[in-house]
């Protein structure tokens, strides 16, 4: 067996009973046991709040199981559900971390785990640092490998973030903590190293002067939905921009990584983000847009929604300008737009080649288009001949996944999850660039917050492309959005 078989481990899961775990833990997890990832020497402790059962526990994970998958073989699922594990838990109690770490030995036991433990933290970001001050106070700390799952939010400014990470260092290494970015799990964004480097056609005008500009569009169609109360908090700048934007940003701009290893691109990420432009308040006015969601008759106003207060000043649509002073594409701007309400879910980049002026005149530029959701698709726009008149037309050279192929793509969690079980940093934040990418959202935070006494809040009309002032963030005002 390679060591990626059957890995020995007791996994504490903080948030057992939350929509997370259900909706992709719990199913992730199925996928890797099925996989053999995971086997016979593993455990899951859920925890959260509520007085369920074993039992309970392990019918709440069937029904998520059966709700993602359309065959499931009954002993399987059943040998799967065996291993599950419920602790009612107070996450400021004491006493529920000693019972925590008692349950966890005695599974170690039964189960061979090495004293392996994988804790995860799925619940709400307000608890993150009182589990990790937690752990270490009541040596939750196995006597094998120690990792540990962080979703995010990372704290809401560089502050709390540093005080998250001073909290959670107290017990975890950097190598040992696992800070998710689920945009990292997903195809197209994997597929970015490899579209940039391995095509000369691409890698050779992957550079400051062949580019013109980078867009990148995270586009939603619904709401906050049930998530008002942590929306309020955050805002898209937060909530989309510091964490899934930045990320994309970085695996394209930055320079080519000396290897594939975990450390050379995370080394290579952080050379880059070591020469970001943090933007200045002339920067903001004029390359930075916010908005709010705004029906004509309020039918779907963000102000509406429960959770949220009537007279909020969150943005539910962040657009604005990104730079870097190194890397190959140095000094080319990256604009960025994300917003909830939006015309249809789009995730997408576009990367704008300059024009050429030729014997045809002024052509079309090329651009290269990487579609991340709902499809993965990569395209390339070029120039050609007319058919019956002269003149040149636009053609898409297209490549879009099929349906077996799109059947075959792991859920993003799933991939990340087997990344913890094999200890493979790659796609995962790194402490000091998260620091980064909290300074420049800081920065716009910083410039918003004072604007906001004298500059209204721009609204925009709810299944459209968010406000119309975020058509002029261009540095050169004949430049436009591709994605319209
Ligand atoms: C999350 C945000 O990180 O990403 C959500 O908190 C957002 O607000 C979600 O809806 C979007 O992810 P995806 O995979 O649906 O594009």
Known sequence: MTPTENIPVIIILFGGSGDLAHRKLYPALFNLYQQNVIHDRFAVIGTARRPWSHDYLREQIK?????????????????????????????????????????????????????????????????????????NDQHLIGSGFNRLVVEKPFGRSLASAQKLNDEIRRSFSEDQVYRIDHYLG??????????????????NVWNHDFVKNI??????????????????????????????????????????????????IHAAKQMLLDHIVLPDPDQMRKHFVRGQYLGNDDTFAYRKEKNVAPDSTTETFAA????????????VPVYFRTGKRMKEKCSRVDIVLKHMTNLYGRAHSNNISIIIDPV?????????????ESGIRREDLKYRFTTAEMAQVPDGYERLLHDVFVADTTNFTHWSELKRS????????????????????????????????????FENPHDHWIYR
């Not at 300008?321 to 000094?331: Q, R, S, T, Y």
């Not at 993965?376 to 019956?388: A, H, P, R, V």
């Open 320 to 331: 604005g300008e990104i730079k870097f002073n190194a890397g190959p594409l140095a000094g």
């Open 186 to 203: 997903k195809e197209m964004v994997q597929n970015i190293l490899p579209l940039r480097l391995t095509n000369p056609l691409i890698k």
């Open 376 to 388: 993965s698709e990569f395209y390339l726009t070029i120039n050609g001949k007319k058919i019956q």
């Open 215 to 264: 867009q990148i569009t995270l586009g939603e169609q619904l709401g906050v939905e049930a998530r008002g109360g942590y929306y309020e908090t955050s805002g898209a700048l937060r909530d989309m921009v510091q964490n899934h934007v930045f990320q994309i940003a970085t695996l394209l701009m930055m320079p080519e990584p000396e290897a594939l290893s975990a450390t050379a």
């Open 438 to 473: 909290w300074q420049f959202i800081d920065a716009a935070e910083a410039f918003w917050q004072s604007d906001e006494k004298t500059v209204p809040m721009p609204q925009y009309a709810p299944f459209k492309m968010g406000p119309k002032e975020a058509d002029h963030i």
């Open 63 to 135: 029904e998520s199981i059966e709700e993602t998958h359309d065959q499931v073989n009954e002993d399987d699922l059943k040998h799967f559900l065996s291993h599950f594990y419920y602790q009612s838990h107070d996450v400021t109690h004491v006493s529920h971390y000693m019972a925590l770490k008692k349950m966890a030995a005695h599974l170690d036991e039964t189960y061979h785990a090495d004293g392996n433990r994988i804790f995860y933290m799925a619940m709400a970001p307000r608890f993150f640092g009182t589990i990790a001050t937690h752990i």
